[in-house]
């Protein structure tokens, strides 16, 4: 027992030590990468309610795949939720906590599920030719998403990304080869696109307040919310009465077999 | 509960069943179709167990070994293999036994009829449907009837000293088994003709007519699965998926309402039986 209670005290100063000399350097390389980095890609989600969400992801290179912008977004703040179609590659379920759950499959025959464009400066918005894995996006292009039925009207584009990223950047530096680790700015949503004041590289402006943050709690709430407890303890109730009612079944059936 | 009542009950439950995917409801369903599969048809009961087993445990498992979505990860297999490797996670585990729930509730929601007599199952349908039913209670009688036939033939043709040596050698059971079959159906044809079968509307002893009549289970439970279907309507029962993290399944009041509405058969039924 004391061995065991000195081995747990050991890994837990091992782990504390290592936990202390990796945060300077993780936050180093971080500063680095981010100045370092001058391209951007913007990620632009509108919800079915009509609530936009964006971000404006940096990174250094001249591309980089639209799984890693959405990961570099999703350490700004955007959540998402995916699902693995084996060698097809990703398929996205959720973005913001919209639909607050999804089958394992993603989504159903009659479900909502989220399209995927891509924006080109000079062609605007067309649907993605591939999936979340296979999409690369150059600097200056945009990953929109649009939560959308499955037959009906309203399923066009997301708001136009102009403004959610600085216009005015450096020339990026070439280099070969894709990106390397960047950052995401969290940029405050709007209903709409507008132009916004552009954070220097590596440093997150703080969102003004807007609707945005209530909705997304609301629905986040909205998911997580349970029933009330009356019913819950009629459901308890009910199900108990009626495997008693089975059991006395049963047992009287055992008499006569 | 007549046949009729029955057969009318198990269709609500059954779209009740089919109409939500949420764990608590589908649950209560299965333990009303229980105790009225227990109250009907114990017998059947105990046959239909190792198929259920046997049913949910084929399900679990390809939801387990199949799907690797979820947050909570308890276990992983090697990414090599095909098809299965990958994460375990609850979420899928969870996904799975809710799958088992609405099999089981399926299957036990008609498992009651399969002890009943096809004549009578036959007897319960509209007049529209009466001879639409007579097809398939002849298809299905025919099944079993081919079963019999093929260990007859076989058992005869042992004796005969014919042994199985490849499917060549089959034939000489087969064949007969067809002739057999054959020969039935044209029986059936016979006494079907000798009893004026199509010459007219369907006639029946006036002691059937009371078999006839819906009890007020079929109608409580077809009101169960009207407000079933008009809260899958209304938005007022939410689809639940585990994923992607396990959340409590929404319950609503009307929903829970509407389970009850469906179990009046599986209590009023035992509480009749015991005081009569």
């Known amino acids: 027992m004391m061995r065991r209670g000195a081995a747990g005290l050991l890994a837990g100063l091992l782990l504390g030590f290592l936990a202390a000399v990796a945060t300077p350097m993780a936050t180093s390389r971080t500063g680095c990468a981010l100045a370092a980095a001058s391209s951007h890609v913007a990620v632009v989600a509108e919800h079915s309610d009509g609530a936009v969400v964006t971000r404006c992801v940096t990174f250094s290179g001249t591309s980089i795949g639209a799984a890693q912008a959405m990961q570099l977004a999703s350490q700004a703040g955007l959540e998402y939720a995916t699902v693995s179609y084996g060698s097809l590659g990703q398929a996205v379920c959720q973005i913001d906590h919209e639909p607050q759950s999804f089958p394992p499959g993603c989504w159903t025959t009659t479900s909502p599920y989220w399209a995927m464009f891509v924006w080109h400066p000079g062609a605007g918005w067309s649907l993605a030719a591939g999936g979340l894995s296979s999409v690369t996006l150059a600097a200056g292009d945009a990953l929109g998403w649009h939560y959308i039925p499955q037959s009906g009207s309203g399923g066009g584009p997301p708001p136009s990304p102009v403004g959610v990223c600085p216009s005015a950047s450096p020339p990026p530096t070439p280099t070969a080869g894709s990106s390397s680790a960047g950052a995401a700015e969290p940029h405050p949503s709007t209903s709409g696109p507008s132009p916004l004041s552009s954070p220097s590289l590596g440093v997150a402006t703080p969102s003004p307040p807007t609707a945005r943050p209530e909705a997304s709690a609301a629905r986040r709430a909205a998911g997580t919310e349970p029933s009330g407890w009356m019913v819950w303890l009629g459901a308890t109730v009910i199900a108990g009465g009626l495997s008693g009612l089975a059991a006395a079944r049963l047992i009287g059936l055992r008499k006569h077999w | ?276």
Do not use: K
């Open chain 2, 1 to 276: 509960m007549n046949t009729r009542t029955l057969g009318l009950w198990s269709l609500a439950a059954l779209g009740a069943v089919l109409l939500t995917n949420d764990p608590v409801y589908r649950a209560v369903i299965l333990l009303i179709c229980l105790n009225v599969a227990l109250e009907v048809a114990p017998a059947g009961l105990r046959g239909l167990t190792p198929a259920l087993a046997l049913t949910g445990l084929g399900a679990m498992l390809m939801n387990i070994l199949l799907a690797h979505s979820g947050d909570t990860v308890y276990a992983r297999l090697p990414a090599a293999l095909p098809g299965i490797g990958g994460p375990l996670t609850v979420e899928s585990a969870a996904y799975g036994a809710d799958v088992v729930l609405g099999l089981w509730a399926a299957i036990l929601s008609v498992a009651p009829l399969s002890a009943t007599d096809p004549s009578l199952l036959v007897d319960a349908l509209p007049r529209s449907l009466e001879r639409a039913g007579s097809a398939v209670a002849a298809a299905l009688q025919f099944v079993p009837a081919v079963v019999h036939n093929f260990g007859a033939v076989a058992d005869a043709q042992r004796m005969r000293g014919w042994r199985p040596r490849g499917p060549r050698s089959w034939a000489e059971v087969l064949v007969p088994v067809m002739v057999d079959a054959l020969e039935d159906s044209i029986h059936l044809a016979e006494m079907l003709e000798a009893r004026g079968y199509g010459s007219g509307p369907r006639t029946r002893y006036p002691a059937a007519a009371a078999q006839r009549r819906i009890g007020p289970q079929a109608w409580l439970g077809l009101a169960g699965l009207a407000v079933f279907f008009a809260l899958r309507l209304a938005g007022g029962m939410p689809q639940w998926y585990p994923l992607p993290h396990l959340t409590a399944p929404p319950l609503s009041a009307p929903g829970l309402a509407a389970c009850l509405l469906l179990s009046l058969p599986a209590i009023r039924w035992r509480w009749l039986n015991s005081t009569t």
